[in-house]
């Protein structure tokens, strides 16, 4: 009996050191994991901090506001500078974003320009000018943004774009205006030339409270949108 006593005295012994173990090895793997994801968090803070470009000059952000539109008004805090291109997958992957973040927004402002001309995006973004110019510009940057980018550049690509405003807009054209001719086009290029000049390359950038992003990064524009003055 003092045996059999003795045995499982051992075997309880045992399967308590073995479960103190475990315990152990699971307090240090939750441990190990924590310290790793911190460490993620810290080097993801590094990262997207490169990412915010340094404030933008006074004398540029007042370049940008005069050559952009309002395009939303709302109640939030921040006011938004998108320079983009109609055809651009991260310009409209950016306001996309914005759309789902609106309450932080006070105003969005769009600066066109054109990295697709070869396609139309161009005529296209022109039109949203001139749509804008009536009071329609938030509708019309919505559908243009929803367009299908043609795939064909050159003439089929332009074409296709110039089918989609003449079918989609209707705008009142003045007597010697074509799709391919509105006075916007002008100030289309003129804003992307803008935009080379204070070296702003590509698109999108994105600007709130005189930082900027030069591309897209989604947790980039929360944290601008989000982050108190």
Known sequence: MGVVLSVQTFINSEKHMMNNRQ?????????????LFLGHQAFAGKTLSKDIAPDVPVETLQTLNQASAVYYE???????????????ENSRKAYGLMKKNLQYIRS????????????????????VMRMHSLGKGLTALEAAFDFEVPQEAGFKGRRQ????????????????????TLAELQRVVDNTNLAE???????????????????????????MLRKDN
């Open 23 to 35: 315990l152990r090895w699971g307090i240090v793997s939750i441990a190990t994991m924590l310290i």
């Open 197 to 223: 000049d204070i070296g702003y390359d590509g698109t999108p950038h994105f600007i709130a409270d005189r930082r900027v992003l030069h591309g897209y990064s989604r947790a980039a524009i929360k944290i």
């Open 74 to 88: 709302g109640s939030g805090k921040k006011d938004v500078i998108l320079i983009a291109d109609v055809f651009c």
């Open 161 to 180: 774009s110039i089918d989609f405003v003449k079918n989609t807009f209707q705008v009142q054209l003045g007597e010697h205006e074509k799709p391919d």
């Open 108 to 127: 969005i402002s769009v600066l066109w320009v054109s990295r697709y001309s070869q396609l139309g995006s161009d005529i296209v973004a022109a039109h």
